[in-house]
C-alpha cells in the first residue's frame, strides 16, 4: 500500500518576524507626555489687545479645537510604522499526516461449532464479528481483508482501507451450515487463503489474525505447514482460540424443530501456539466475551503503525497593510498643517 497521506484541518495564525522592535511603543507615551508637559508648564503669554472688549468677544474657533488632533495623527503614523517594521505575518498551519499502515488479513472461523453459546448472550460466531469490527474501527489507517473458512476458505473481502465497507461485510458473516455450505474446520486453508491476500503487498509489516473454536479436520494443506510458508513471506499470525473447555450448549436442528444439546468443546491449543511461534506471532486464549476483547487490544496494541506528523506553515507579510494607511495618514497630517490648521505668521 505504501504511504496514507491525510491533510490536517487549515489553521490561521498571526505573527511577527521581529517582535522585540515592538518594544519601540514603549515610546509613544512618553513622546505624547512630551509636548503636554511643555503645554503645562509654559507661562501664559499676556494679552496685547487694544480693548478689553475684543478679549471679551474671543472665541475659540473649530479649526482652533481640532488643530490638536494633528498630534494624534502623527502618533498613529509612527504606531503603524512601528508595526511595520516588525513585520506581521499570517501563518497558514497545515498538519500532514504520513502513516505507513499494516496490512492486515482476518480469517474467521465460520463452521458449525461457532453457533455455541457458551458467550452469552451471543453465540461464538457474533461475539466474533463485534471484536472484529472493532478492532477494525481502531486501524483507520491499515489495509484490512477478511477470509472465512470452514471445510473450504474463501475471501469475503480483499485489503481494503474502507472500513464502513468492511464492517457491512463483517455484519453479513453467517455460520457455514445457514450458507449451504460443506461443515468442517479447515484451518490450513484458512491460514494459506489468508496469506494469499497479503503476499504482494508493498508494505513492511503483514499480519493474519486466526480465530479458531476447533481442530483441524478438513482441507489439503497441513496448517503448520502455511504457517511456515506465511512465515517465509514476512507474514506473521496470530491465533486465538475460542470457547470454554469441556461441555457448551450448542443449538441444533432436528426433524422434531430447534433443539440445544450438550457437546464437548474440542480445541487444539499445542497446534495454535506452534502456529503463532513459527511466525513470530502470538497465541491468545479467549473463554468469554471479556477474553476476546482483551486479546483484539492487545493485538492492535503489538501492531501499530509509522505514523509522522509534520506542520508545514506559509507566512504572508502583512506590513503593506500598515504602511499604505500610515502613508495617508502622513500626507493628511501634512495636507491639514498647511492648509486649514495653517498658522497665520
Do not use: C
Not at 188 to 214: F, H, Q, R, Y
Amino acid at each position: 500500500m505504501g504511504q496514507l497521506v491525510r491533510q490536517g484541518q487549515l489553521q490561521m495564525n498571526l505573527g511577527f518576524a521581529e517582535p522585540r522592535l515592538l518594544a519601540l511603543l514603549v515610546l509613544i507615551p512618553f513622546l505624547a507626555a512630551t509636548p503636554l508637559w511643555a503645554a503645562w508648564t509654559r507661562q501664559p503669554a499676556s494679552m496685547r489687545y487694544a480693548y478689553n472688549l475684543l478679549v471679551g468677544d474671543q472665541r475659540r474657533s473649530w479649526r482652533l479645537l481640532m488643530r490638536g488632533s494633528l498630534p494624534v495623527l502623527r502618533f498613529l503614523v509612527l504606531i503603524l510604522i512601528i508595526l511595520a517594521v516588525a513585520r506581521p505575518q499570517i501563518g497558514e498551519a497545515r498538519q500532514i499526516v504520513e502513516s505507513e499502515g499494516i496490512d492486515i488479513a482476518m480469517a474467521l472461523d465460520i463452521s458449525g461449532s461457532m453457533a455455541s453459546l457458551d458467550f452469552e448472550p451471543q453465540n461464538r460466531l457474533s461475539a466474533a464479528k463485534d471484536m472484529i469490527r472493532e478492532f477494525i474501527r481502531r486501524r483507520e489507517n491499515d489495509r484490512i481483508g477478511l477470509v472465512v473458512f470452514a471445510q473450504d476458505a474463501f475471501i469475503h473481502s480483499p485489503p481494503t482501507i474502507d472500513h464502513d465497507v468492511l464492517g457491512f461485510l463483517v455484519n453479513e458473516i453467517e455460520l457455514a451450515p445457514d450458507l449451504g455450505l460443506a461443515d468442517g474446520t479447515a484451518l490450513g486453508m484458512g491460514i494459506a487463503t489468508a496469506a494469499n491476500l497479503l503476499k504482494d503487498s508493498p508494505v513492511e509489516s503483514k499480519v493474519i489474525v486466526l480465530l479458531t473454536d476447533g481442530v483441524n479436520t478438513a482441507g489439503e494443506v497441513d496448517p503448520l505447514t502455511a504457517a511456515v510458508a506465511a512465515g517465509t513471506l514476512g507474514i506473521k499470525v496470530h491465533t486465538i482460540a475460542m470457547g470454554k473447555p469441556g461441555t457448551v450448549p450448542v443449538p441444533r436442528r432436528t426433524p422434531a424443530g430447534n433443539t440445544i444439546s450438550l457437546e464437548d468443546s474440542e480445541l487444539d491449543e499445542k497446534l495454535l501456539q506452534r502456529i503463532a511461534v513459527s511466525t513470530g506471532g502470538q497465541f491468545f486464549r479467549a473463554i468469554d466475551a471479556a477474553d476476546l476483547e482483551r486479546i483484539y487490544v492487545e493485538i492492535d496494541a503489538l501492531e501499530r503503525s509509522q505514523i509522522e506528523v509534520r506542520t508545514i506553515i506559509r507566512y504572508q507579510e502583512m506590513a503593506k497593510w500598515l504602511l499604505a494607511p500610515a502613508l495617508l495618514l502622513m500626507v493628511l497630517e501634512l495636507w491639514l498643517r498647511n492648509t486649514i490648521f495653517r498658522r497665520l505668521p
